[in-house]
């Protein structure tokens, strides 16, 4: 059923650490899994996706995993600055449409300095 | 490039009226995209464009809501009457062609903030 209102999960990191941000997902059907940032008074911008037929994908500082049996994906962000903080979206794109990307609710990430 | 520009940033209207966002995608790209971003709801699809031509417009949530892709260059979201629930955040973005469809990366503009009164 529908949500009667979106409390978007909060996490609170101190500056330096390593941040986790995790998402749950339900379609099994999907062929890629993204994740984008979108700060304040912004657009959501791209971090990075990986394919469902891997498990482990690096980029700059940050690192997505993906582990299909729990249906759960992750991204990991290595020694955290303020600049991070955000709303984090993991989205999918299904195999059935190559062109739309569904979005999840979002987690907030609030850096500590 | 400038990225994705939308106008107006802000828009205060009173229910009833007729408001028009607009948007300017990057040049090159093949696919727009307008969503809507609201507390309740999260970031929503609203109707997306292949090549100006509209491919899924499902996410619309009534006829009061119309958009349009005239070239390339430029797309509108149109909503006449407006309500108070109409009130939201409304995001353009575009994204080139990539293997098999629309690139994963979509560029998103800075958004027009709508207030219906």
């Known amino acids: 059923g529908e949500s009667v209102g979106l409390h978007l999960p909060t996490l609170s990191v101190q500056e330096g650490d390593n941040s986790i941000i995790n998402c749950a997902y339900s379609?099994?059907?999907?062929?890629?899994f993204i994740w984008y940032k979108q700060e304040s008074g912004k657009g959501p911008q791209f971090i990075i996706d990986?394919?469902?037929?891997?498990d482990k994908r690096q980029g700059q500082r940050v690192t997505v995993l993906l582990n299909k049996t729990v249906k759960h994906l992750s991204l990991q962000i290595a020694a955290t600055q303020p600049g991070d903080s955000a709303v984090y979206f993991c989205?999918?794109?299904?195999?059935?449409?190559?062109?739309?990307?569904?979005f999840g609710p979002g987690t907030s990430l609030s850096v500590i300095p | 490039d400038a990225g994705v520009i939308q106008s107006p940033r802000h828009e205060v209207t009173e229910m009833g009226q007729e408001v028009t966002l607009r948007c300017k995608p990057i040049s090159g790209h093949d696919y727009l995209f307008w969503y809507r971003q609201t507390m309740m709801r999260g970031l929503e699809l609203l109707i997306y464009f292949n090549n100006n031509v509209p491919i899924d417009d499902s996410g619309m949530p009534e006829d009061r809501f119309s958009a349009k892709m005239p070239n390339a260059s430029f797309s509108t979201l149109k909503i006449q009457p407006s309500e108070p629930r109409d009130s939201a955040v409304y995001f353009c973005?575009?994204?080139?062609?990539?293997?098999?469809?629309?690139?994963?990366?979509?560029?998103f503009g800075p958004g027009t903030r709508l207030t219906v009164l």
């Open positions: 973005a575009s994204s080139p062609l990539e293997i098999g469809g629309a690139s994963n990366e979509q560029f």
């Open positions: 989205a999918e794109k299904l195999e059935t449409s190559y062109d739309k990307v569904i």
């Open positions: 379609n099994s059907a999907s062929d890629y």
């Open positions: 990986i394919r469902s037929n891997m």
